[in-house]
């Protein structure tokens, strides 16, 4: 899912600006494992490039909630602007809810991803991307609903298998289910230029084997 960013706020320098991006495409559960429902899966590398061939070095500290709150209303208030003479615009309803999940303000992108899914529920991608940020808010259950969903209208696509992996693993210590989910992602789609990672993580899950259905785990280290 690839979306325009607007310019910083004026009192941001252009290198804060671009590190507190890079760091909203790194950020996630389970070590930045999860891929955005249309995103390449090689955007971590692509941010951690990007961010070395910019000069920048790397932030010093995790930008607080209010920076990162400042940031998404800054960056959607031209989007909202837009909205009041198109309030059932899906696309515009998607980037507001793009904007709000990259800086993290998951309940609010959960509120325009819905918005927009009531006017295309079954666009894959978004659905993939609401579910990922229902997982955030620590809705699991709902989470792995949405997932399906997704998949009942693209059964092969690989992001949404990817993290409904991540899902059944680390929310509901699902080791048979992840790994199937995996599995098929790897067999559906057999130039995923991701395989090496899908591949470790099988391996880190059946790590827990042991562990209960249901039960959740912590994040192996990455």
């Known amino acids: 899912m690839s979306h325009t960013r607007n310019k910083s706020a004026s009192n941001w320098t252009d ?5 507190l991006i890079v760091i909203c495409l790194l950020a996630g559960v389970a070590g930045g494992w999860f891929l955005r429902g249309s995103q390449s ?6 941010a ?7 000069g920048v070095a ?9 920076q990162m709150k400042k940031m998404a209303d ?5 989007l909202l602007e837009q909205l009041k003479s198109a309030p059932s615009n899906p696309d515009l ?12 303000q998951y309940p609010t992108a959960i509120e325009y991803y819905r918005q927009a899914l009531n006017l295309q529920p079954t666009n894959a991608s978004l659905r ?14 709902t989470a792995i609903a949405e997932f399906n969903k997704a998949l009942s209208y693209e059964p092969n696509k690989a992001n949404t298998l990817f993290n409904l992996g991540i899902v059944k693993w680390q929310g509901k210590m699902d080791i048979d289910g992840a790994v199937a989910a995996w599995q098929k992602l790897l067999t559906t789609n ?3 230029e991701d395989k090496d990672r899908v591949l470790e993580l099988i391996a880190q899950a059946k790590k827990h084997s042991e562990v209960k259905p249901g039960a959740s785990a912590k994040p192996l280290p990455q």
């Open 15 to 19: 290198a804060q600006a671009y590190t």
């Open 41 to 46: 899966p090689a955007i971590l590398a692509t």
């Open 48 to 54: 951690q490039s990007a961010s070395l061939a910019s």
């Open 58 to 66: 790397g932030p010093t500290e995790q930008p607080t909630a209010e």
């Open 74 to 78: 800054t960056q959607a208030a031209p």
């Open 93 to 104: 309803l998607t980037k507001i809810g793009n904007v709000y999940y990259d800086t993290q």
């Open 128 to 141: 993939t991307d609401f579910a990922t940020a229902l997982w955030y808010t620590g809705d699991a259950d």
């Open 190 to 192: 057999p130039n995923y």
